[in-house]
Nanobody, 125 residues
Framework: QVQLMESGGGSVQAGKSLILSCATS????????MGWFRQAPGKEREGVAT????????KYAESVKGRFTVSRDIAKDTMFLYMNSLKPEDTAMYYC??????????????????WGQGTQVTVSS
């Protein structure tokens, strides 16, 4: 019943910024953890960031720490990923994800219950 829809992807030059949005609907309240993954061609899907609904401190992959920020607008049932100082290696399909608390404990794709369809981010040098 849960649906997630990403938006905001696009093509930008290195050093620029993008804001990704993940609009949710359905029984999202049963999932305590939400976050973002990304997958580049030929690579494994990797966790980018997670945010527990009952916690105030989000978690980030080391590769994006200090550059990306994840947040949630509860009133609009929307999660955001603010991406700054983008690098070519950030190029990937970005996916919104939702799961139970253990997803925030272990950010493995196997722990995700629902996925968005993805939004492409392309960063050129």
């Amino acid at each position: 019943q849960v649906q997630l829809m990403e938006s905001g992807g696009g093509s930008v030059q290195a050093g620029k910024s993008l804001i990704l949005s993940c609009a949710t609907s359905g029984y999202t309240y049963v999932f305590a953890c939400m976050g973002w993954f990304r997958q580049a061609p030929g690579k494994e899907r990797e966790g980018v960031a997670t945010l527990h609904t009952s916690k105030s401190v989000p978690k980030y992959a080391e590769s994006v720490k200090g550059r990306f920020t994840v947040s949630r607008d509860i009133a609009k049932d929307t999660m955001f990923l603010y991406m700054n100082s983008l690098k070519p290696e950030d190029t990937a399909m970005y996916y919104c994800a939702a799961g139970y608390s253990y997803y925030c404990t272990s950010t493995s794709p196997a722990n995700v219950r629902y996925w968005g369809q993805g939004t492409q981010v392309t960063v050129s040098s």
